[in-house]
């Protein structure tokens, strides 16, 4: 059965409590519609909570999978899919919102006369992967190693500030991050942290942007202690959305303050640390619980007076493919509504109307970071599954995708586009009744390898734009 979804959230949103759904229905008047199709073009996943094991669980778990079947206990394998997903045809989103006109600029947008300068240790474009390293030492060290073999130079993990700060101002618990960090310098990979704030745990800090002073101190203390060793800093996560913004209307002006003073921190403890941009959720929904990705980051520009120097050194995006392939322009995302959504951030190419948006006010000299890109395989989920498996995206199929969206920036995104982090290697706890899981370029287990076609895809091109083989190649 099919809901008539009252928001289009974040691709790689977490639920919403309930509160805001029924202040969602309100504002929207999105109807409840029964019928027998998938679900809407809705929210998909997010990647980067910090996984918590049995007696650390946050608010709300993942929930065990009733119809999870057991994998094989001892070979590595590269698992296909198992599903023969439909052609993608006759997909039938629910009406969506169109993305609201920008408004105009408080400050003259300036015309691009600088191309992007090369910053020291990342390529245009260069490689990484998001990764789940906090919780057990053992499993890190395993997809490090997967992650160094698999041709990435980058991995990105999420620190979150009460994981570090819980107990109060100043009391820090550098236990997990510091074997993190060692951890990562051995495999000689370089490290872009996600620092922000779970909004599911109440927190002595307060609520952003009230709280911006106690994030910047907590930045400073990060950025001191591990100067030179964490390379870039994610600032935050989807403001564009209410509930990473205390539960409040999305604010970019608030943002911009935060950003602002977030930049002062972590460039005075180093200097030579990369500050990004968090990522806005794709979506159309313009309300008191998100607004536009981008008439967000417009608004921004407008904030900054037109322009980001003291703000941050390059943007974060983020773009998911939904049903599309990376090829796909937004144009055609927006125009074929039964196939692809009907909106122009169904497109991975949505990174292209980002980017047109720092072109406009002149800021042509600073990097894209694409901090969350990917495709889900996901049968189960209705809501995941219309650009999933009834969208026809099997394991193969994303594995090309994969390649492809990495192939597409190198040949059309250089020199502005800088590093792009993949999702994802998987919590190990994930079952095939936790969504997460079908996003995954490997199969959850430990001490058990179960390769999927993405990661040995990844692993065959990214090693061989080095002129180096794949250790894991089949065809060896």
């Not at 006759?90 to 992007?116: D, H, I, M, W």
């Amino acid at each position: 059965m099919r809901t008539m979804q009252p928001m289009k959230r974040s691709v790689f949103a977490r639920p919403i409590t309930w509160p805001w759904l029924l202040i969602a229905l309100t504002l929207i008047l999105g109807p409840i519609v029964a019928s027998c199709a998938s679900s809407a073009a809705t929210a998909t996943p997010t990647p980067t909570k910090t996984p918590r094991p049995v007696g650390v669980q946050a608010t709300h778990t993942l929930p065990a999978s009733p119809t999870a079947q057991p994998q094989p206990a001892t070979a590595t394998r590269v698992a296909s899919a198992t599903h023969t997903a439909p052609a993608p045809a006759a997909v039938s989103p629910t009406a969506t919102r169109p993305l609201a006109t920008p408004v105009p600029a408080t400050a003259t947008p300036r015309p691009p006369t600088q191309v992007p300068a090369a910053p020291t240790g990342m390529s245009s474009p260069d490689y990484g992967i998001h990764a789940f390293l906090w919780w057990r030492p053992e499993v890190a060290d395993r997809d490090l190693g997967l992650i160094k073999d698999g041709g990435f130079n980058w991995v990105k993990q999420l620190f979150s500030w009460q994981d570090i700060e819980g107990a109060g101002k100043g009391q820090f618990d550098w236990s997990r991050t510091d074997r993190i960090v060692e951890q990562v310098a051995k495999y000689n990979l370089k490290l872009i942290v996600r620092v922000s704030q779970d909004p599911d745990r109440p927190f002595w800090a307060g609520n952003p942007p009230e709280n911006a002073g106690h994030f910047a101190d907590f930045l400073s203390a990060v950025a001191t202690r591990y100067r030179g060793r964490i390379h870039a800093f994610q600032v935050w996560n989807e403001p564009n959305l209410a509930r990473e913004w205390g539960f409040k209307r999305p604010d970019p002006a608030g943002y911009v303050r935060m950003m602002q003073q977030a930049y002062r921190a972590i460039k005075t403890a180093d200097p030579n640390a990369i500050v990004v941009t968090a990522g806005m959720a794709p979506t159309g929904t313009d309300s008191e619980i998100a607004m536009p990705d981008i008439k967000f980051y417009e608004l921004m520009y407008q904030a900054m007076g037109g322009s980001s120097n003291g703000y941050f050194d390059m943007l974060g995006v983020h773009g998911a493919g939904y049903a599309a392939p990376p090829e796909l322009s937004p144009d055609e995302a927006a125009a074929n509504k039964a196939k692809y959504g009907g909106e122009r951030f169904f497109a991975f190419r949505h990174i292209e109307d980002v980017r047109a948006v720092m072109e406009r006010y002149g800021d042509a000299a600073k990097r894209v970071v694409v901090l969350e890109f990917g495709w889900t395989t996901d049968p189960i989920h209705p809501e995941y599954a219309w650009h999933g498996a009834n969208a026809g995206i099997t394991e193969d199929l994303k594995a090309q995708y994969l390649v492809r969206a990495y192939r597409w920036a190198a040949e059309h995104w250089q020199p502005w586009i800088g590093l792009m982090v993949a999702i994802y290697m998987p919590d190990v706890n994930w079952t095939k009744n936790t969504e997460q899981y079908w996003w995954s370029v490997i199969g959850p287990g430990y001490p058990d390898l179960f390769l999927r076609p993405a990661y040995v895809h990844l692993c065959l091109y990214l090693n061989g734009l080095r002129g180096q083989k794949c250790k894991y190649d089949p065809g060896q």
